[in-house]
C-alpha cells in the first residue's frame, strides 16, 4: 500500500550580509542561518584563518550583538568555542569547526531574528581588537514536525538531506514525514510500523490499521479507497475506529464498508498524510 501523497510548507531562508575582516584575519560562519527549537540552543560552525605570512594571531573573546526583537529572545555563548579554539592562529593556519552557540528563550515566538557574532584578539593575549565579524540568522519554530527534526537529527536538523521530509536517512524506503506520522525511527532502517492492510470478516471489507501520532497535530490523517492502485481515491464509506491507544499514539483501522470484497474484482487502500502550515 503506497501512502501518498505529500503536502509540503513553504519555506525562504535569507542568506545575510557576508564577513568583514581585518587584514590578517578570514571568518566565514557555514552556515550563517541555522534553525533551532525554543528552549535550545543552536551552534554555528565556521572558518576562522590567519592569512598573515609572519604574525601569530590571538584569539581573545567572542562578543555578540543582537537586532531587533533578537534582543529579547536570544543570548550568546562563546563557551563552545573556547572549549575548541586554541588561542593562537600561526601564520597561515585556519581553524574550521564550533565558533560560537545562541540559546533561543523558551517564550520566543517563531520568527527570524537576526544578530552578529564578533571575534575579539590580536597580536598578543591582551589585545582586544575586533578582528572581524560576521552576521547570522536564527530562525526559531515550534511546530511538532520541526520540533521532531530536532530531537531526531540534532546537529543535521538544517541538513534537508538528512532531516527533510522527504528524506530518508536510514535507506529503508520510508521518508521523514512518515516516520514522524507513524511514530517510526528514522535513523534505523526498518519497515516495521507501516499501515497494514487485511480483510476483515466482519464486514467482509478491506481494512487498513495505521498508527496515528497524537502530537502530530500538524498533520492530516486520511485513509482512501479506490478501485484501482492509481486512484482516482475518496473517502466515501470509509469509516475508521481506535481499537488501541497509549499517551504518545492512537491504533486506527480503516474500513472499506461500501464495497465488500466478494461483490468486486478490485479494491484498494492507501493512507494519505498531509502536512498542515
Not at 9 to 36: E, I, K, R, W
Not at 54 to 77: E, I
Request: with cysteine; net charge negative; hydrophobic share 40%.
Amino acid at each position: 500500500m503506497r501512502p501518498t501523497p505529500f503536502t509540503l510548507p513553504l519555506a525562504v531562508a535569507l542568506l545575510l550580509s557576508v564577513s568583514s575582516a581585518l587584514a590578517d584575519m578570514a571568518f566565514v560562519l557555514t552556515p550563517a542561518v541555522q534553525n533551532g527549537a525554543r528552549s535550545n540552543e543552536v551552534v554555528f560552525t565556521g572558518t576562522l584563518s590567519n592569512t598573515s605570512a609572519t604574525d601569530n594571531l590571538y584569539l581573545n573573546d567572542v562578543q555578540f550583538s543582537f537586532a531587533g526583537l533578537a534582543t529579547n529572545y536570544l543570548t550568546g555563548d562563546s563557551n563552545t568555542f573556547f572549549a575548541n579554539v586554541p588561542g593562537i592562529l600561526l601564520p597561515g593556519e585556519t581553524y574550521s569547526d564550533t565558533v560560537c552557540a545562541v540559546a533561543i528563550d523558551a517564550a520566543t515566538p517563531p520568527g527570524d531574528y537576526c544578530g552578529s557574532v564578533t571575534i575579539v584578539g590580536g597580536t598578543n593575549v591582551f589585545d582586544a581588537t575586533a578582528l572581524t565579524s560576521q552576521a547570522f540568522q536564527v530562525s526559531a519554530f515550534d511546530t511538532p514536525f520541526e520540533v521532531w527534526q530536532f530531537e531526531e537529527f540534532g546537529a543535521n536538523t538544517n541538513n534537508e538531506s538528512i532531516s527533510g521530509e522527504l528524506a530518508d536517512p536510514d535507506n529503508d524506503g520510508i521518508v521523514n514525514l512518515l516516520e514522524y506520522a507513524l511514530d517510526l525511527n528514522p535513523n534505523v532502517a526498518s519497515v516495521a510500523g507501516l499501515p497494514t492492510p487485511q480483510i476483515d470478516p466482519a464486514c467482509g471489507c478491506l481494512t487498513l490499521t495505521y498508527t496515528k501520532v497524537l502530537g502530530a497535530t500538524d498533520l492530516t490523517y486520511t485513509p482512501e479507497a479506490s478501485d484501482g492502485p492509481g486512484g482516482p481515491w475518496d473517502t466515501n464509506g470509509v469509516t475508521e475506529v481506535i481499537i488501541d491507544a497509549n499517551t504518545v499514539a492512537q491504533t486506527i483501522k480503516a474500513s472499506d464498508t461500501n464495497y465488500p470484497v466478494a461483490a468486486i474484482t478490485n479494491r484498494f487502500m492507501h493512507l494519505r498524510v498531509t502536512r498542515t502550515p
